[in-house]
Every structure is written in structure tokens, then in C-alpha cells.
């Protein structure tokens, strides 16, 4: 019975720490923006109802490779915005990048001083906008994608990303070698109970 309940613990931990690492990307990718910001693939998009804008980031000089949640470095990235609703084009589309203040923003919050970037509102009659930004510190940050309808009315929705080395990055690992340590501990104490006991009913 002990030894089944040992198995039965080591596989429970084991699928723990799966899990552990298939949930931590989806947070992070998530990072509370809500159900209005989707990844798919490399590519982040924003939706306003069931229509969408892509967003994909390019690390020029460095790599060919498509970024969306996670930039891996700092320096010069470029963001690529496809507006894929043709009417939307036809509409002005506000961008802003703040830096994440890790805390609920509101209508009262002051956006200017974690401004990275701002695009007033512009009408992309092309369907295809892009900016080259020079990112200085590692962070979480915030884009905002204000679309002012044929009403007046506007509506903003978000994506969070990351730029460099960040603790979110970590997570998986340090739970992973948190778990690893619990079940050598385990094991260990499991083993050296066993022992003595055998050996009281060999003699």
C-alpha cells in the first residue's frame, strides 16, 4: 500500500509540474488583458467584437524570427499592425505603448507618464501599419488599440508583452526544481523508513 501511494504521489507531482509549465506561457500571454487579446501562433491579435487586428513585432539586425508576447530583447523592434476588417480602415485607429504600472488601470490613470509610444488617431487606408521603436529597459508593457466607430463612439482593447529578461520567464523553472526537490525529499524519507522495517521482518 505505501509503495502504491509513493507511485501515485511521484506521478500526481509529475503531472503538477506539467501543468505548472503549460499554464505559466498562458498567463503570461494572458497577463489579465482579458478576453479581447488573443495569441496565435507568433502573432498577437486584438478583437472588437469578431472583427481583428494582428500584431506581430521583428527584431531587425538581430532575427528573422516573429514575435508576439514575449521580445526577448531590448533594443530597436519593429510592430507590425494588419488590419484585417476593411472597414475598419476606413476608420481612425489610435496606438499607444505604456510601460506596464503592474496595477489596475482606469479612466483616471495617467497615461503620459508611462507613454512609450503614441499614434494619435489615424485612418490606415492601406490595411498595414508599422513603427520601429528603440525599447531601453527589460519590463512588461502595454499596447492600447483605440478604434473610434462611424458613431463617435470609441472602444479600446489591449495586448501585454514583455521585452527582455523578465521574472515571468523564470517561473516554470524555479516551480519545476521547487517540485523536483519535494520529491527527492520524499523519496529519501520513503526509502529510509522502508529499510529498517524489512529488515524487523527478516529477523
Known amino acids: 500500500m505505501k509503495a502504491n501511494s509513493f507511485a501515485s504521489l511521484v506521478a500526481g507531482a509529475w503531472c503538477a509540474l506539467l501543468v505548472l509549465c503549460a499554464a505559466a506561457p498562458a498567463a503570461r500571454a494572458d497577463g489579465g488583458a482579458g478576453p479581447e487579446a488573443m495569441m496565435m501562433g507568433n502573432m498577437c491579435m486584438v478583437m472588437f467584437n469578431y472583427d481583428m487586428i494582428h500584431i506581430t513585432s521583428y527584431l531587425p539586425g538581430m532575427s528573422r524570427s516573429e514575435y508576439c508576447e514575449e521580445i526577448p530583447a531590448t533594443g ?41 509610444v503614441h499614434f494619435p488617431a489615424t485612418r490606415y487606408r492601406t490595411g498595414t501599419f508599422s513603427f520601429e521603436h528603440d525599447y531601453k529597459n527589460n519590463g512588461h508593457y502595454i499596447g492600447m488599440v483605440t478604434l473610434t466607430k462611424e458613431n463617435g463612439q470609441q472602444e479600446t482593447q489591449i495586448f501585454k508583452f514583455s521585452v527582455g529578461e523578465t521574472l515571468w520567464q523564470y517561473v516554470p523553472y524555479i516551480l519545476g526544481a521547487v517540485l523536483i526537490a519535494m520529491l527527492i525529499c520524499f523519496y529519501w524519507r520513503y526509502s529510509h523508513r522502508a529499510v529498517p522495517k524489512e529488515r524487523q521482518a527478516l529477523s
Open 76 to 116: 530597436k523592434v519593429i510592430m507590425v499592425f494588419d488590419i484585417e476588417t476593411p472597414r475598419f480602415r476606413d476608420l481612425p485607429i489610435e496606438i499607444r505603448i505604456i510601460r506596464d504600472p503592474l496595477t489596475p488601470i482606469t479612466g483616471d490613470t495617467p497615461l503620459d507618464p508611462l507613454t512609450e
